[in-house]
């Protein structure tokens, strides 16, 4: 598609349900105006924006798509801001009454004990300083055999800490799988079935999955991994039955990092958190997940989200919470400016500096 034409097609799609025009936003045009360009130059393969801005009834929504992504419900591989939609899903067990969040995640899991594993609570595991690590020690091994979650699990439960809970912050990817593990126990159902009964489909999350749900392979951007972390195959020809794209891994549903959701679900996922309509959580809740819960010294975060300045773009207040995917996505919400704004990339996230992602939300966040 010849950049003019997407333009074009871009100018079609700014109109409300009901077909009235909305007024342009040159922030908003810039940013398309960034990821047209990196399309255009062969960076990005595909791209999706999508931008909210108001109060929850009166805001004004617009969605553009690019190169590979042929509309906007285009489904991405999410990478990490798979993350924040699993533990929304845990959560609203919370508000079921069926955990605390101080609770021992020895209560759960027994095999989850000795070596300072017995002091470890759900809320370390949900923001990141538990001490369990990012990816195993044995990640390739395990996805080069094609390792079902419940091997992940097992090897989790063995992983020694890296320090007590609670005393230092370190990401982990195995922290919010073993919490998804836990609510499967809750729950006794696949954490893919209770995220899609509890966030997909009260939120009318259409073109959403964990893992590969609905879709047809067929229907799944490519990312492209040869530009990706090792760690997810990248620049490995030999990683191709198990990295990114490969039907193991799309159809794994890692609660850390294998959801897959268009921009515009993604747009319905952050407007549950700025506004807490309580769709598919409790408005408490919602607003209990998006304020920090690590002590002063520690990397702030939510329950699940990044929180603060640094959770957006340069511009956003320090009320923002949001994620990015090491496959090339990035998301965000600002109370303060009433902003929603989806990036989703096929480009890995690491692969360029600064990315494309990063620019275009930067455009998006700048002040008028």
Known sequence: MQRRHVLSVLLG???TPTGRSLRADDRDDAAARLLDRAVADGVVSGAALHVRRGAAEKAEQRSFHFGTAASNDAPFLLGSITKPICMAAVMTLFDRGEFQLDDRVVRYLPGFRGEGRDQVTIRHLLTHVSGLPDQLAGNAALRRRHAGLPEFVEETLRTPLSFPAGTRYQYSSMGILLLSHVAERIAHQPIARLVDEAIFQPLNMRHSALGVGRFRLADLL???????????????????DW?????????LGAPWGGGHASAPDLGKFLAEFLWAPGTALR???ARLMIRNHNP???TPRGLGWGVGREAGSPGCSDETFGHTGSTGTLCWADPRSQTICVVLTTLPGGAVKPH?????AAAVARNP
């Open 296 to 298: 002063a010294g520690l």
């Open 13 to 15: 799609t700014l109109v």
């Open 243 to 251: 990295d990114w794209n490969s039907r193991y891994w799309r159809e």
């Open 356 to 360: 494309p992602r990063e620019q275009a």
């Open 222 to 240: 490519p990312v492209q991994t040869e530009k990706a972390a090792p760690e997810a195959g990248g620049g490995d020809p030999a990683a191709r």
């Open 283 to 285: 408005p408490e809740t």
